[in-house]
């Protein structure tokens, strides 16, 4: 997960420990691999008919929807870490700390 920095100045950092570990807990409810699988179909779909197209075959849309797999899912997977990072840092404003970045 990407580093959160927080205003330190007042802060009980044994606090502030606590709660991000609290707060990272409920950033682990964001569904990645669910994201990553749905990243990987739209991938796919979209990858396969522009091999279709740029190949005008069946093999052209076999590797372009192979490529689009793989991207999607990274995608996915990408889009999923930032949306956990993002409840983390909600979650510690929302509990009074001045998240900077």
Do not use: F, W
């Not at 609290?22 to 396969?48: I, L, M, N, P, Q």
């Not at 197209?53 to 889009?79: C, L, N, W, Y």
């Not at 999923?80 to 970045?101: A, F, I, P, T």
């Amino acid at each position: 997960m990407d580093e959160i920095i927080i205003d330190r100045k007042g802060v009980d950092l044994a606090k502030y420990a606590a709660d991000k570990a609290e707060c990272e807990v409920y950033a682990d409810e964001v569904r990645t691999g669910e994201k990553a699988a749905r990243g990987a179909a739209s991938g796919a779909v979209v990858g396969g008919a522009v091999g279709a197209i740029v190949r005008d075959s069946t093999e052209g849309a076999v590797r372009g929807a192979g490529v689009g797999a793989v991207t999607g899912g990274a995608k996915g997977v990408s889009e999923g870490e930032r949306d956990k990072v993002r409840v983390v840092k909600r979650c510690l404003s929302g509990r009074g700390y001045r998240v900077l970045n």
